[in-house]
């Protein structure tokens, strides 16, 4: 029954990757395609290591699989925030070298990427 769980828990992570990999490629902005490759990368690897943890069974493997979901939980989102703040700031930037006021509504949005 153990692996059944653990084989349904490494199907939905795979599920979770490959939403990521496919909103990656499919959004058009920065933005969008970060929020999708940190979120439902994350999903992706926490069901993953849910099912390495019931897989292997021991004490030792789910303290290391905690450990690493916490990590990435706690680092993925604050990544991502910092990326996004860095490009936006690059973006404000590079319209100010052009003359134009970032904050106004007249100022043409260009994509990033």
Same mark, same amino acid.
């Given at each position: 029954?153990?692996?059944?769980?653990?084989?349904?828990?490494? $199907? *939905?992570?795979?599920?979770?990757?490959?939403?990521?990999? !496919?909103?990656? &490629?499919?959004?058009?902005?920065? &933005?969008?395609?970060? +929020?999708?490759?940190? %979120?439902?990368?994350?999903?992706?690897?926490?069901?993953?290591? $849910?099912? !390495?943890? /019931?897989?292997?069974?021991?004490?030792?493997?789910? $303290? %290391?699989? /905690?450990?690493? !979901?916490?990590? *990435?939980?706690?680092?993925?989102?604050?990544?991502? +925030? $910092?990326?996004?703040?860095?490009?936006?700031?690059? @973006? %404000?930037?590079?319209?100010? #070298?052009?003359?134009?006021?970032? #904050?106004? @509504?007249?100022? !043409?949005?260009?994509? /990033?990427?």
């Amino acid at each position: 029954m153990i692996t059944v769980i653990a084989s349904v828990c490494l $199907l *939905i992570g795979g599920l979770f990757a490959l939403v990521a990999g !496919v909103g990656v &490629y499919r959004f058009s902005d920065f &933005y969008s395609r970060i +929020h999708a490759a940190t %979120k439902a990368s994350t999903f992706g690897l926490g069901f993953s290591a $849910l099912a !390495v943890a /019931l897989a292997l069974g021991t004490f030792s493997a789910w $303290l %290391k699989m /905690l450990a690493t !979901v916490l990590f *990435i939980f706690a680092t993925l989102p604050i990544a991502a +925030h $910092l990326l996004s703040r860095s490009v936006l700031s690059r @973006q %404000k930037g590079k319209e100010k #070298e052009l003359g134009e006021d970032p #904050e106004s @509504q007249d100022s !043409v949005k260009r994509p /990033l990427l």
